[in-house]
């Protein structure tokens, strides 16, 4: 079966840890996108990626670095420059990404990260 | 350039109806609905493109007023099932991406 899948489903991390959050999709989607949700409210775009090895900060990037080195992977790191890292994170990818065309993003079961 | 969303929570009976509206700021090119459930990831509900007709799914549609840069969801007797929060996305002419802010709705018996 297609899909995206994201690990861990649950996630602790102390202060000043560095964590890495996995994405992978056998969707062969170009694009893939991480996205930042916090209790009431709407999603966040943190990095996105259209090509290998190429990517893109979204509204929110301080604190987050990814690597896009797969089609198929797009890990996020949460690094400890990020200040309030506790949030749901989501993963998404779509067939291109590109303005204009009927693209829709497929998203991942999600990681919740909480910062002990 | 969030687009903004209204109402932001609405509760209704089984088989009443329910409008959701999405706005922006912006020109659009086009308007993606999702749905999320509590704990779970966004689904794809539909898509409206500039210059494209009134979509539907079932008993749940949605328009595109491209002049006014809104679009609007509409639930019609709307079933347990429907609960989750829906959230706009809206595409505009940058290929610049933003999800709205979410409207959480709730159907009891």
């Known amino acids: 079966d297609g899909g995206i899948t994201q690990s861990p489903k649950y996630l602790f991390r102390k202060e000043g840890q560095n964590v890495t959050l996995s994405c992978e999709q056998n969707?062969?989607?170009?694009?893939m996108y991480w996205y930042r949700q916090d209790p009431g409210q709407g999603l966040r775009l943190i990095y996105y990626?259209?090509?290998?090895?190429?990517?893109q900060k979204g509204d929110i990037a301080e604190g987050y670095s990814v690597s896009r080195e797969k089609k198929e992977s797009f890990p996020l790191t949460v690094t400890s420059a990020q200040k309030n890292p506790t949030a749901f994170y989501l993963c998404?990818?779509?067939?291109?990404?590109?303005?204009?065309?009927?693209?829709?993003?497929?998203f991942g079961p999600g990681t919740r990260l909480t910062v002990l | 350039q969030q687009p903004v969303q209204s109402p932001q929570a609405v509760i209704l009976r089984e088989g009443e109806d329910a409008v959701i509206n999405c706005s922006s700021s912006?020109?659009?090119?086009?308007v993606h609905w999702y749905r999320q459930k509590h704990g779970e990831a966004p689904v794809f509900l539909m898509i409206?493109?500039?210059?494209?007709e009134q979509k539907g799914h079932e008993k749940i549609s949605a328009s595109f007023n491209e002049k006014k840069q809104q679009s609007s969801l509409y639930l019609t007797a709307s079933q347990l099932s429907y609960s989750g929060t829906y959230f706009c996305?809206?595409?505009?002419?940058?290929?610049?991406?933003?999800f709205g802010t979410g409207t959480s709705l709730t159907v009891i018996p």
């Open positions: 998404a990818s779509s067939f291109n990404g590109l303005a204009g065309s009927t693209d829709t993003q497929y």
């Open positions: 996305g809206t595409e505009n002419a940058g290929n610049q991406f933003y």
């Open positions: 969707l062969n989607h170009d694009a």
């Open positions: 409206l493109l500039k210059g494209g």
């Open positions: 912006k020109a659009l090119y086009s």
């Open positions: 990626s259209q090509i290998v090895n190429d990517f």
